[in-house]
Nanobody
């Protein structure tokens, strides 16, 4: 059974930082494209960052230069380091694992940026 378990969310002040983690189990982690998505009420889930098995990354324009995705294949964990957070980053953040046709999602972790 595949499980993606996110952690590291919480309340942070504008300008602050957080690091999200996603621990995976039940899959061949090193073969999967791993990603972080986020969603706010009434909006579609949007891609934040993705990292392929070889390590190349891509980011949404809104987070470029502020967020960094990384992966540790030995630990089966993907990370999202977030700096210079602002209120528009407030959302539920979801971990995603893809090797088509398989797509898996975590349960999400809330990130709230507020003073």
């Amino acid at each position: 059974q595949v499980q993606l378990v996110e952690s590291g969310g919480g309340l942070v002040q504008p300008g602050g930082s957080l690091r999200l983690s996603c621990a995976a189990s039940g899959l061949l982690f090193g073969s999967y494209i791993m990603g972080w998505y986020r969603q706010t009420p009434g909006k579609q889930r949007e891609m934040v960052a993705r990292i392929i098995p070889a390590g190349s990354t891509n980011y949404a324009d809104s987070v470029k230069g502020r967020f960094t995705i990384s992966r540790d294949n030995a630990k089966k964990t993907v990370y999202l380091q977030m700096i210079s957070l602002n209120s528009e980053d407030t959302a539920v953040y979801y971990c995603n694992a893809v090797v088509l046709p398989a797509v898996y999602w975590g349960q999400g972790t809330q990130v709230t940026v507020a003073s």
